[in-house]
């Protein structure tokens, strides 16, 4: 039930950093859940830390520091999260973004240790923050089943410096 707890608080943070920065971001005060215009996205930020076809979908990932992510707020306190990762999927043929399934991703420290999230759909991506806070290689791992029920897989490594 802790760990449930924690999720669920987690992802409550996550999504209202997110809301946040999106009504910062386009200059807006939304109000609603509805932030977009389409031409903007959280996509625009943070580096591309890694993009492939998987079997017909095309998954492009970026990692932004939270600092750079929550530009101009407070980060709210004892926050652990250092970065947020973000992953944009669309269908290679009709380039059509595909923004409806499970998403999770598994982080693997330097020093081994690891971290797993249930990424949440926000803004035409999945997104979850992640605690990066050492220098080093990380194994990002991610695992997804979108609309057509197929389950898919993308790794790679990411260097924080």
């Excluded at 920065?21 to 215009?37: I, R, Y």
């Excluded at 269908?91 to 797993?116: H, I």
Aim: hydrophobic share 40%; glycine share 10%; with cysteine.
């Amino acid at each position: 039930m802790k760990k449930l707890a924690l999720i669920l608080a987690a992802a409550t943070l996550t999504f209202s950093a997110s809301a946040a920065f999106a009504a910062d971001h386009e200059g807006h005060d939304h109000g609603s859940m509805n932030m977009g215009h389409g031409d903007h996205s959280m996509m625009d930020m943070g580096s591309m830390a890694h993009q492939e076809v998987i079997d017909g979908v095309k998954a492009t990932f970026r990692v932004m520091g939270m600092v750079e992510r929550m530009k101009g707020m407070e980060m709210p306190k004892g926050m652990k999260e250092t970065h947020h990762i973000a992953v944009e999927f669309k269908d290679v043929k009709t380039g059509k973004a595909l923004t409806e399934g499970t998403v999770k991703v598994k982080v693997q420290s330097p020093d081994k240790s690891d971290q797993t999230r249930d990424l949440m759909g926000m803004q035409g991506h999945f997104g979850a923050d992640f605690e990066m806070a050492k220098k080093g290689k990380y194994g990002v791992m991610c695992k997804f089943v979108l609309k057509d029920g197929k389950t898919r897989q993308a790794k790679f490594w990411y260097t924080v410096k």
